[in-house]
Structures are given as structure tokens and as C-alpha cells.
């Protein structure tokens, strides 16, 4: 920590506000330029450590700052003008707001006398963007923007991370010099977590000494805790089974013997039997919310043991017998060492209960990757996700978008902790492809594979163009049924054969990436699909694999 005075210097307000991000680290600021951003612009044209990735909408640029976000754990940065700019940003905004990912929206608005005066692209941003941000702030003076920015950080990545919205007037950023001080983050935000308390560690040890069928029960708080390695340790003390919530997908690696999927209204059905039939349950950065509880109505035991850094999370959908507030790394890691040399008195049983589980577990593989899917065409969403599957390794990050092919994505074997991503709180379609970007611009050396619908993609096809000129190479598979699939078939799970309003034409989707300069190809033959994904890996391209699926292979029916 630096204690020294730093140098006061005058420097025009957009500058001050280029300055904040340089010495926050930024690398990227993804958006699109409009009029009352002129002077950030203008500001950012002299500054090459930040680097602008041009997108062709808004809500892509949001999309990207999110995945920034959740791959590196740093505030990603998105930036727009007023009114419909603003407006644009709104649902990716929300949806990393919803998987607590850390982003600063940078918005202007117009000239404060101007602001509800009927000028052009009027918008009240602070109201719009506040059910969505952890903070939503209106900047209208050239002095306050240090302060702003510094705040904006601080919130943002402090406590649950979420994103923040920072709305500048427009005469704000185009005022003349303002006194700058240059500080170091580490003198305005602290980001130690808090350690709970040891009486609730005691009780919560003595809750899992006790179990006979004990399961941990991971969210996208133990990825943010990045408690992985502290899990699988208390699990191996335990010999107990680990199920994750789709957010906490990669939480640890997927192909651990201790690792048996993630539990959501479409997990598998071996995470459905573990929860149901546990007798403790320690649920760790999980708010046990709608979707990974069949909206509340799975049946779980009251041997609740809860750890969450946020207290207000602890208890508020289950009720619980221990609450632990705090670290979940740190709770974790202390839990296993209260348990050493402790657990003999049920050890047969929970030796009982993990047998049974891997021989379900095996069961399900069985059924899911039933070998007649080699052959099978259309082809079928499981033979995808098995030849994908034998394509990951450690240097993989995966990206997939809502809808069908994010469900089907809960049976890969991510083997990195972290290089996970999807949109699950929100369900915001369009996010696979910019995220994408954005994931192989925060790590070159990551092979980032993104699997999508033709729905989606129909919704960020232009960025197709934004990852060529950027040069972010990476292999996109469409999962292409020629329709809003997941829609159509809840139409037709809940009302049998009528369905309207979901259905496409046939698009030459790997021509379209052709023509935006990447490379592709379509894939109707299931035995070619893993000789397209080497290509793609191996091309150093944007490359686009259009597979055609088989969209009968309902996710609406019991878990699979």
C-alpha cells in the first residue's frame, strides 16, 4: 500500500475519467461510440493501454464486459450513449447483474439543461439500469468523476460482485480541467473477505459429522471464492458426493470422481436423487433460487448447513440449521480441518451412500450416451455434447448461450475451475458469440469453444464480423433445430401437438461466417463432428460448425 502523497495535475475531465481505468487496469472497453461520448473517445485515442473493441449493438458490448467479468474476476467495461445506446445494454446488463459479475457501465447522457427538456434520445438511465446494478449514479459535474469511477470499482467488485452504472452528463465529461490525483486502487477499495465466526464452523462440523448421506451443494459463490480446491478437499474428507448448481458449472473440475453434475429444472437426474435423499446438505455460494430447485418445489431435508459470504442469502429459500457467514474458501477449508480423525461413527454409511451414487451416475452415462446416437440423424443434442466432451481439456473455456443449448451443456466435463460461462439467472439470449470474444481476448493462449442456438445467433450474428476484426479466434458450434427450440417444445410439452410462432427457414449459417471473413462448415453426419471441431481448434479462425440437430429430444420432460 502506497502511503505517499501522489501529484495533483490538471487534466481535462474525459481524460480524468481514461486516467481511473488505466489505473484500474483496464484493458477493453466494449461498445458503441455515439455523439455525448465523443470527448471519453477523443480521451481514449491517446491512451494505447486500453484497447476499444467496436461492437455492432450495445447489448453485445454488455454481453462482453460481463464475460470479462466472470473469466478474470476484473470489471469489465461497456460503454454506450443516451437513450436507445443505453437502453440497449439493458439485458445483458441484467444478466450479469443476476450471476453476480463484476461491470462498470459507462453511459452519457446529454448536457444537464438539456436532461427532460425533450432533447434527442431523452432517457432517465439512473432509474432504467437501477433494478439491474448494484449502484446506479448520475455524474453531473467535471469534479466528481474521479470520486464516481473510484466508487463505481469499489462497488462493483466488493461483496457479491455485480455491475454499476455511471451516467455522465454530457457537459460533465466535455468540461475543461479539473484537478487530478492520481490513486492506486489499493488505497480505495479492500477486497478481503470476511472469515465467519469459529462457533458456526464447530456447529456446522459437528451438522456433517453426523450425516450419513452428505452432499456439497456448489454455486457461483464458490467460484468467486474460487473455493474449488477447498471443496474437493472436505468432500475427500467426507467421502461425500458434489453437485453444483448450473452457475456453479465448473466450481471443480467436472470429470473428478467426486463430481456428479449440476442440479437445475433440466440437471441430471443422479443430482435430483442425491438432494432428495441426503440427510445434510452443505450448500456453499448457492441461493438454492427457481431454477435449481424446480422453483422451490424439489423436497430437500431442514439439515440445512448454509455458507455465504452475504447473510441476507442465508435461509431466504430453504430454511436452514446452520448458517455460516463468510468466505466460503476459508469455511471450507476450516470445516475439513474440524472433521479430521472425526467421522469414524458413520463412515460405512457414507462409504454406502458414495457407492450408490457412482453406480447411478454410471447408469445415467449408459443412458445418455447410448451408442445408437453414432449413427442417428438428425443428430442427436447428447451425441454433440459427448463428441464436444472428448474435445476439452485444460486449456478450454466454454461459452454457452440460454435456451437448449446451455441445457445441454451440463453434461461436459469442464476440467478448469472457471471456464464456464452462461447466462443463467436472466436467461438473456445472444450472449454466447460476444462473450466469446471477449473470453479469448481475455486469454489468447484459451481455446474457447461457444455452443449455440440458431435462435441466438440470429441475435448477434453481426459480431461474427466484430471477432474477425478483432482477431479472437475460436470454434462456434450451432446447435441448429431451425427454431426457438426450447420454447417450441414447451408448446408442445404442455400442450401436445400445437405449437406457433418459433419455427425458421433454413439459413446457411458457416456461409455467413464465410462471408464475414471467418471459416466454417455445416455437419449433418454424426461421425464427422469430432473431425469438424479439430478443424475449428486447429484453424486459428473464427470458425463457425453448423451441426443439425434433432429437436425432438425434449428438455422439458424429467430431468435427464
Known sequence: MTTSQPARAKIGAARAVIQCLKLEGVEFIFGVPGGQTLSIMDALYDEPGIRFITTRDERAAAHMADAYGRLTGKPGVCLATTGPGATNLITAVGGAHRDSSPVVVITCNNRRRHIGQDDNQDADHVTLFRQFTKLSRFVPDSEGIPQAVREAFRVATTGNPGPVLLDFARDAVEGGEIAFEPIDPQNYRFNERPVAPEASIAVAAQALAAARKPVLWLGRGAIIARAGEAALKLAEVLGAPIVTSFNGISAVPGDHDLCFGPRSRFGTKVSKHLLQDSDCILVVGNSMNAASTSRWTLPLTRNIVQVDLDPAIVGRNYPVAVGVIGDAADALRRLAAALQGKLSANAAARADWLTQARRQREDWRKEV??????????????????????????????????GNPGVWTHMLPIKTPGAYMKPVGYGNMAFGLPAAIAAKLAGPGKDVIAVVGDGSLGMSMGDMETAVREKAPFTLIVMNDMAYGNIKQEELHFHGQRYIGVDFGDVDYAGIAKCMGGDGEKVANPGDLAAAIARGKASGRFYLIDVRIDGSENVWKDPI
Do not use: C, E, H
Open 369 to 402: 450416451f447410448a451408442p445408437a446416437y453414432a449413427t442417428s440423424r438428425p443428430i442427436k443434442p447428447q451425441w454433440v455434447m459427448q463428441t464436444l466432451g472428448a474435445a476439452i481439456d485444460a486449456n478450454t473455456v466454454i461459452v454457452a448461450d440460454a
